[in-house]
């Protein structure tokens, strides 16, 4: 399907396969079990499929990454609520929401130390208007009484339910702030599959660390949030990931959930039990050279997530089947060759299929998405953030 409805379109080149986006959307609500889901914009990169998630049921909300993307989001989603996930330090983005009426009004900075409110009190001198403020707090799960071992993402230094509480009071007790949500993002659970393939005692190991995680936490964020909530009223709690849905859903502290991934399903999403997102963004390299048997060499290609550095983070073909990337070069910058069976069926300038490992990264490769739709001859032409001339750091 892919390669008819982009047969005049010289590749590499990037497909939105709508209908699977579209199951992923429902797939995601469903495992929400009525919770509100918040798009992660980080996971997208693309206005086109931020939009279409807002326009289903059961998805409200952007979370973003930056705040001067929050800004411009605000810019052409003027009504949607944002929410800025990692502190910032962008003095001139400060500048410019405090500036913004309607700006104050719709985006929340989080924060998780004193230290960031200096930095925007400094940034925006002093009498500033009131800015929304989301309280981070610490989600990982720390086994070991004294803190010696750790398991989860390095975010927020607000580990117990006591320092979130004084932080909170903290907040409230400076000019020029409005504390109105609390977030934690527990990546332990929503960022690492439990059923890695052919690592079965690995995958034991995580899912009894998962489980004792999410126990342990739901614990521990109900309190946090039920001594802050007798210093302030909330508008939101917001928790989890893709791949933490149903445990945090269970949360009864938490008043929504943040996916983004899931609508992509990308390349790192195939190792939970949970749930199967379906590849909905694939992207296409052409065959220039046939340097032995078994083997074709692709151009271009060299898209891998960032992160770990492990041979996950590397794209994997998907379409012809029975191709793999070579452990000598993997996927490179100007080519990529594949090895395999599927490999001789190739001639120059046939294509093959790709999927990424992480989500959103894919659209900092390319400045447009075909959208590929039943029943259409020819394919949309949506932009990503760079195609609208937008790079976010």
């Known amino acids: 399907m892919y390669n008819q409805a982009t047969a005049d379109v010289d590749p590499p080149l990037a497909v939105i396969d709508l209908d699977s986006f579209d ?6 609500v469903r495992r929400a079990s009525g919770l509100p889901i918040r798009v992660a914009s980080k996971s997208l990169r693309c206005r086109f499929m931020i939009e279409r998630a807002l326009a289903r049921p059961g998805f409200r909300g ?5 705040l001067a993307e929050a800004l411009w989001l605000h810019g ?9 996930a990692y502190p910032t330090a962008d003095r001139s983005a400060l500048r410019a929401l405090a500036a913004s009426e309607s700006g104050r009004r719709l985006i929340t900075l989080t924060i998780d130390s004193p230290d960031h409110l200096d930095f925007i009190d400094a940034s925006l001198g002093p009498g500033h208007p009131d800015l929304r403020v989301c309280l981070e707090i610490d989600v990982a799960w720390w086994p070991l009484e004294r803190g010696a071992l750790r398991v989860g993402t390095w975010r927020s230094p607000l580990r117990t339910p006591h320092q979130a509480a004084d932080f909170a009071a903290a ?3 400076r000019p020029g702030f409005t504390l109105v949500g609390v977030m934690g993002y527990e990546g332990q659970i929503a960022g690492v599959g439990d059923a890695p393939p052919g690592h079965p005692l690995r995958a034991a190991v995580l899912r009894a660390i998962q489980a004792r995680s999410a126990m342990e936490l739901s614990e521990r964020r109900a309190e946090a949030v039920r001594r802050i909530r007798q210093l302030t009223a909330l508008e939101f709690v917001n928790g989890g990931g893709t791949g933490s849905l149903e445990s945090t859903a269970a949360d009864r502290s938490v008043t929504e959930l943040t996916a983004g991934s899931g609508l992509v399903g990308p390349a790192l999403f195939d190792s939970y039990r949970r749930f199967k997102p379906r590849p909905a963004l694939l992207y296409a390299l052409p065959v220039v050279r046939r340097p032995w048997p078994g083997t074709v060499t692709l151009f271009s290609g060299g898209y891998l997530a960032s992160g770990t550095g492990t041979p996950d983070r590397l794209p994997a073909p998907f379409c012809p089947q029975g ?11 100007v080519q990529t060759p594949v090895r395999g069976p599927a490999a001789d069926r190739l001639a120059v300038g046939d294509r093959v299929w790709m999927r990424h490992a992480k989500a959103g990264e894919l659209a900092e490769r390319f400045t447009r998405y ?3 739709e039943p029943g259409s001859a020819q394919p949309r032409v949506v932009p990503t953030y760079r195609g ?3 790079c976010f750091h």
């Open 323 to 333: 191709l793999r990337l070579t452990r000598t070069e993997g996927a490179g910058e």
């Open 76 to 84: 052409t989603l003027p009504d949607t609520d944002l929410l800025v």
């Open 388 to 390: 609208e001339g937008q």
């Open 370 to 372: 075909y959208v590929a």
């Open 171 to 173: 907040v409230l007790a």
């Open 62 to 66: 952007v979370m973003g990454y930056s």
């Open 23 to 28: 199951a992923n959307a429902d797939d995601l």
